[in-house]
């Protein structure tokens, strides 16, 4: 898939997407490990090489006829989405280097995206803002409680059942309790519930502003 004027951002510091270009139809994203590398492969892309071959085989194409939601709150540089692949949809995001790159993709993409999807973008409620993030620290407490009771159980010595479905996974989740133990999992959740309790105070703040394109119907 190749467009005659790619638009390519570069995030070489990130861990994920240091490197995203926008081609005729699709996005297309890719992680080269090395040093150097997303930077070569933008200069690769500039000089006429095909996307696909500039960022190797482990290049993720996100075809814009698959894409049934993408958006992104004004306030972060992450872009979330929704596609169809192989008939399932999933949800994944994008990490952009800045706000300032996201917003340059957004208004590229509305150009390309005007005929098949919508756009919108508005203000949360503080309401609404703080909504996620109280419903994350309820999921968050509930299971720190279970598996804690579940850790204690452990080191009295009962069995857990890892029989069944999934036999391997519980025997991870068994293993990994045994080794944090009540306490340990009690300070995990702990820790996890306040990261969810200052992203909750962040969002009451400032609340999000959601630019979103859905697939028209």
């Known amino acids: 898939m190749q467009d005659s004027h790619p638009r390519v951002w570069i995030d070489p510091d990130s861990l994920f997407d240091r490197i995203v270009v926008l081609v005729d139809g699709a996005l297309i994203v890719a992680n080269p490990s090395g040093d150097g590398e997303p930077e070569a492969a933008k200069q690769k892309i500039e000089a006429g090489q095909p996307v696909l071959e500039a960022l190797g085989s482990k290049a993720k194409t996100i075809r814009f006829d698959k894409i049934k939601k993408l958006s992104s709150n004004k306030h972060s540089d992450m872009v979330d989405y929704q596609h169809d692949s192989d008939g399932k949809l999933e949800a994944d995001n994008i990490s952009?280097?800045?706000?300032?790159?996201?917003?340059?993709?957004?208004?590229a993409l509305r150009g390309k995206l005007d005929s098949t999807h919508t756009y919108d973008c508005r203000e949360f409620s503080r309401a609404r803002g703080a909504f996620a993030p109280i419903i994350w620290i309820a999921i968050v407490v509930g299971a720190t409680a279970l598996l804690s009771g579940a850790a204690s159980e452990i080191a009295e010595g009962k069995t857990p059942d890892i029989e069944g479905r999934r036999a391997l996974l519980k025997r991870l989740l068994a293993w990994v309790l045994e080794f944090l133990g009540s306490t340990g999992v009690l300070i995990v959740g702990g820790i996890i519930t306040v990261a969810c309790i200052f992203w909750l105070i962040k969002r009451i703040q400032l609340p999000p502003i959601m630019m979103t394109f859905k697939r028209k119907a």
């Open 96 to 107: 952009m280097a800045s706000q300032e790159a996201r917003d340059q993709l957004f208004e």
